[in-house]
């Protein structure tokens, strides 16, 4: 491994006290009515689109598989409170055993692997506003022909849901890339938290309202509707955002040399050749990687496979299941926002150092989930106290989006996107391979065998905590240092 930078405290307070001296030659441009909150509010509602259109087949798959397919199950599996009385079941539903509703479910993955890095790299290069805008469209036009995919046939299923996965495999490294140009230091965590809370939102109301669309509609309805939504974002995010200040024309002059000089330090203006060999072989980079894996092993098993846990465990009906799987994305996203708000507190106002804060936000959001996991797995046929646990579980996720989430700006805010492709490559297996290996160990859909998936998800969880609380780093490093320009004569 290289050298990742120097790991002495009197550095590290040396780089937040240059940023803090350098917001102070440089007055703090007012956060209401500006251009960068702005951005985080469309990207927000961009996120939302992104997850709608990701959650929403979870739901719809208990809908589309026949109900009278024979099923064994335990009796430890609940007692059912599903009512019929007065539902329209009028679209088609299908025969698919627990694999092939596994494969369908994960395939989305195996597209958005594709494009992390190529996506990260493009956006870097050449800008994030239009690469992130039709990764989203493309993956909305795919969404409005899923109910006919699912008429051909399972694999026409999995292929829409594969090229929905390339559109949307630029969307986060995109983001990272816009916010390299627009965030300034010590309003990160806020403000990457605020855009990114839009997945949680995404999820909360997606799960939901899938429900009740299936329940008085019928499921094809479910990709109309969020295929819609995508389009008016779509046309919003055309015409109200730019890649940087120094397009933007509507910013004010305040707002624009606030940001700019807060960063000038820290991004290239003019990305020259990419340090591959630095990138791969630095040390906070892997720990991120680690992190981001082990986070999302838990969050994507949950994210498939939470409203089949509801339904075949639990015992909840259609309309039950959308609204009680979104409880624990509403906590995430809750303590998402006030954990970014905090973080910035303690770097800015309480001068923590930024590793400290992103490590201890990292090991909360990782390891309290992990717990209340577990916990879930032995409440029994104790509805109420499952959702509870697995609520709490989700919610104190939600505090390591200002952990790991957003280190890729701390430690190289230059290549923040191409860092994300890099960890995002990794964190979308568990996607690929979670939903494959649960329905694999949950064939009978007994307690028994959900406690061991919680059990494998929490123990991955821990590892990763452990191995970015040993090498993680929150300053930049040496090969992302912006080499200082030339005077001019």
């Not at 092939?100 to 692997?113: D, E, K, P, V």
């Not at 493009?122 to 109910?147: C, D, E, H, N, Q």
């Not at 639990?314 to 708000?341: D, R």
């Amino acid at each position: 491994m290289s050298r990742d930078g120097s790991d002495s405290e009197e550095e590290e307070r040396e780089a937040l006290l240059q940023t803090r001296e350098r917001g102070a030659r440089t007055p703090r441009a007012p956060a209401c009515c500006s251009a960068r909150y702005g951005l985080a509010l469309v990207s927000c509602y961009g996120f939302f689109v992104v997850y709608s259109l990701r959650v929403n087949l979870s739901v719809a798959m208990v809908d589309m598989i026949n109900a009278t397919e024979p099923a064994n199950h335990s009796a430890s599996v609940c007692p059912s409170s599903q009512t019929v009385a007065g539902r329209n079941h009028t679209a088609r539903v299908y025969d698919w055993d627990s694999e092939t509703q596994g494969w369908i479910l994960g395939s989305f993955f195996y597209g958005y692997i594709l494009t992390q890095v190529p996506g990260g790299y493009l956006a870097s290069r050449y800008g994030a506003k239009w690469l992130m805008g039709l990764g989203i469209l493309s993956t909305v036009i795919f969404t409005l022909l899923t109910p006919l995919a699912a008429d051909l046939g399972a694999g026409y299923l999995i292929a829409v849901r594969v090229l929905e996965g390339i559109g949307e495999g630029v969307t986060y490294p995109s983001m990272y890339a816009m916010w390299a140009a627009w965030a300034p230091p010590l309003e990160r965590s806020r403000l990457l938290t605020l855009s990114f809370t839009g997945a949680q939102l995404g999820t909360v109301i997606a799960l939901p309202l899938s429900g009740e669309i299936c329940y008085y509609l019928d499921w094809t309805w479910i990709f109309y509707v969020f295929g819609m939504v995508g389009l008016v974002w779509f046309v919003l995010w055309s015409l109200l955002v730019f890649n940087s200040p120094d397009r933007h024309p509507r910013i004010s002059d305040r707002e624009r040399t606030y940001i700019c000089s807060s960063l000038e330090n820290e991004v290239s203006r003019e990305l020259g050749p990419v340090p591959w060999g630095s990138i791969l072989t630095c040390r906070p980079l892997w720990a991120i990687v680690v992190a981001h894996f082990s986070y999302n092993w838990t969050f994507y098993t949950l994210l498939t496979l939470l409203p089949t846990y509801m339904k075949n465990v639990l015992g909840f009906s259609i309309q039950q299941n959308g609204v009680l799987s979104a409880l624990p994305y509403l906590g995430s996203g809750l303590l998402a926002v006030g954990g970014g708000q905090l973080a910035d507190y303690l770097r800015d106002a309480r001068q923590y150092r930024t590793v400290v804060v992103r490590k201890a936000f990292s090991l909360v959001g990782m390891v309290g989930p992990a717990v209340f996991l577990v916990a879930a797995g032995y409440t029994g046929c104790n509805p109420l106290l499952a959702v509870v646990f697995l609520t709490i579980s989700s919610s104190l996720g939600g505090l390591s989006a200002s952990g790991f989430n957003i280190n890729h700006l701390d430690i190289a805010p230059s290549y923040a996107g191409i860092l994300l492709g890099i960890t995002n490559t990794f964190a979308t297996i568990p996607g690929m391979v979670g939903p494959v290996v649960a329905r694999a160990l949950t064939k009978n859909n007994t307690m028994e065998e959900w406690q061991l998936v919680f059990y494998i998800s929490a123990g991955i969880n821990l590892l990763g905590a452990a191995f970015y609380t040993v090498f993680g780093r929150g300053t930049v490093q040496p090969w992302a240092v912006p080499k200082p320009r030339p005077l001019q004569d």
